[in-house]
């Protein structure tokens, strides 16, 4: 399959005439071909429509129908082949096992939410029996089940062109959900997008969807993804960037004369807790694998841990000595974007000009778009004094606040924003310690771990990638495993209907085979 710059709204794939989206080679500077032509407001107005009109008939597909059509997606994206993973190459500097890997787990997300579908565990079905012989009143009989949002506008992410781009966990869970996607191509990576976006079109037409199920829009400049938010066939948003980016849509949903929810994650540090006696124990071990930790992927992780915080003394010394040599020995990695590069070498140049700042340690020098890492030291009352100093470094860079004791931690956790993680290196003899810092952490962040770093995260049941405000918008939320389906959906009672009129999911004869609450008490299924 080529790459082509159209716009697909709908079954159609169409040019777009409001200006250009070119992608860049960050390894070369190069321009790259085609254009992709920027949609215009009637474009938008278009897939708004054909989205709002598909929904009725989309959310009420049958499970089977809805996981077959979400493994058929899965299916066009591995039958792209090194099509896909050598333009993604191309846009973003990302070398082959990157790009494969990030392939694999976003084919695993649309897998998992196609099995998720089939046990429609997700409709929380429940039954309250009528109770007529009740006194002093009867019981009417009530039923819910959970039903999707509406046509949801999806915003591809630059960091992960794939698993948080066009067709990942957003666009996936929402067509769980049995919300149609309008989304929206990331301007660094338009060939990529056109290509998932092409296999979502296809497996649309393959499974015979509604033709407004999915539709791919880009953007040359602001006006589609405002538009987007704005349009009020839009009953959410999903959306991973910039803190800036996403406080904006934010305030755009909050201003519609219909307010809806912005699903968004922004901005996140990390904090890594080292504790005394594992500091004592294992310094040198843990500055490795925390150096291996930063710099993975150039540091482009939303989970980068980009904060330690430790009891002062020759351990912690240890354990950044550790941490430079390792980084030392680590070469320059291309970034995603020049602007990406460009943002992050101010942030670790302002950081490197801060009085309060010293550089304990740098990586090796890159070539132009390489992001050198940066390793950073202050004191904790340095840290409390300068709210610049708890400013997210998006790359490969890290600052180390050195703290009097464990008092003193706890007293710089307390004044962190909320954060998508929290890692907890420990020994047996800390455990006490840090179980005190349990409660405390537990109201900053989505998800703690111990002994390892933030930037693994698993696709699967019980995983939380979200967290409080700025980490994402709604602290309720996660963006990553199968929880992630609830962002889209909005629960409804059913009182005293008659079954024929009722859904299926919540007739008496349980035709669909769901586990199901009846009067309090969980019905398996058979």
Not at 11 to 16: K, M
Not at 121 to 136: E, G, K, V
Not at 396 to 407: E, F, G
Not at 495 to 513: H, I, K, M, T, V
């Amino acid at each position: 399959m080529s790459v082509f710059g159209h716009l697909l709204i709908g079954a159609r794939a169409i040019p777009g005439a409001n200006g250009a989206v070119r992608a860049t080679n960050p390894a070369t500077g190069e321009t790259l071909e085609p254009a992709f032509g920027g949609a215009t407001l009637e474009d938008l107005d278009q897939a708004c429509a054909l989205a709002d009109q598909a929904f009725d008939s989309f959310r009420e597909t049958t499970p089977e129908a809805r996981a077959a059509f979400l493994e058929r997606i899965a299916g066009h994206l591995l039958a792209l082949g090194d099509v896909l993973v050598e333009r993604c190459m191309l846009e973003t500097g990302l070398p082959r096992a990157r790009i494969e890997g990030e392939r694999g787990r976003t084919v695993n997300q649309l897998r998992l939410f196609a099995a998720m579908v089939r046990d429609g565990d997700y409709l929380d079905a429940r039954i309250d029996p009528a109770q007529p012989d009740r006194t002093p009143l009867p019981r009417p009989d009530l039923r819910l089940r959970h039903i999707p949002l509406g046509p949801v506008a999806v915003f591809g992410a630059s960091n992960f062109p794939l698993a948080f781009s066009v067709a990942g966990g957003d666009t996936a869970s929402a067509l769980a959900a049995g919300c149609p996607v309008v989304a929206k191509a990331h301007s660094a990576h338009p060939g990529t997008s056109s290509l998932a976006g092409l296999a979502i079109q296809r497996a649309v037409h393959d499974c015979g969807m509604p033709e407004g199920t999915f539709s791919l829009l880009f953007d040359s400049g602001r006006q589609v993804g405002q538009g987007l938010v704005a349009d009020h066939r839009i009953k959410a948003v999903g959306f991973t960037g910039s803190r800036a980016g996403g406080a904006a849509l934010i305030a755009l949903a909050a201003a519609r004369r219909e307010p809806i929810p912005v699903y968004a994650e922004m901005s996140s540090i990390n904090p890594v807790l080292l504790f005394p006696r594992a500091l004592a124990v294992r310094a040198e071990s843990i500055g490795q694998a925390f150096a291996a930790s930063l710099t993975l992927g150039a540091g482009q992780f939303c989970t980068n841990p980009g904060l330690v915080l430790a009891v002062e003394g020759p351990d912690l010394d240890r354990f950044i000595a550790a941490a430079g040599t390792a980084l030392a020995a680590i070469p320059a990695s291309t970034m995603l974007t020049p602007g990406i590069h460009g943002g992050y070498a101010c942030s670790v140049a302002a950081m490197e000009g801060h009085a309060a700042v010293k550089l304990e340690a740098r990586g090796q020098e890159g070539a132009r778009y390489q992001g050198q890492a940066a390793l950073f030291s202050t004191t904790a009352q340095d840290f409390l004094r300068h709210p610049a100093l708890r400013e997210e470094m998006f790359g490969a860079a890290s600052l180390v606040v050195r703290c009097d004791d464990l008092a003193t931690v706890r007293d710089v956790v307390a004044s962190l924003e909320g954060q998508l993680t929290a890692a907890l290196h420990i020994d047996e003899a800390d455990h006490v310690d840090a179980a005190a810092f349990l409660p405390l952490l537990e109201r900053r962040v989505g998800r703690i771990l111990v002994n390892g770093f933030g930037t693994g995260v698993e696709v699967c049941h019980a995983m939380v990638h979200g967290g409080p405000f700025p980490s994402t918008a709604d602290g309720r939320s996660t963006s990553v495993g199968s929880l992630a389906i609830a962002r889209f959906l909005r629960p409804v009672c059913y009182q005293d209907l008659p079954e024929a009129l009722l859904p299926e999911a919540l007739r008496s004869g349980n035709p669909l085979g769901l586990n199901r609450r009846v009067d309090g008490r969980l019905q398996l299924a058979r």
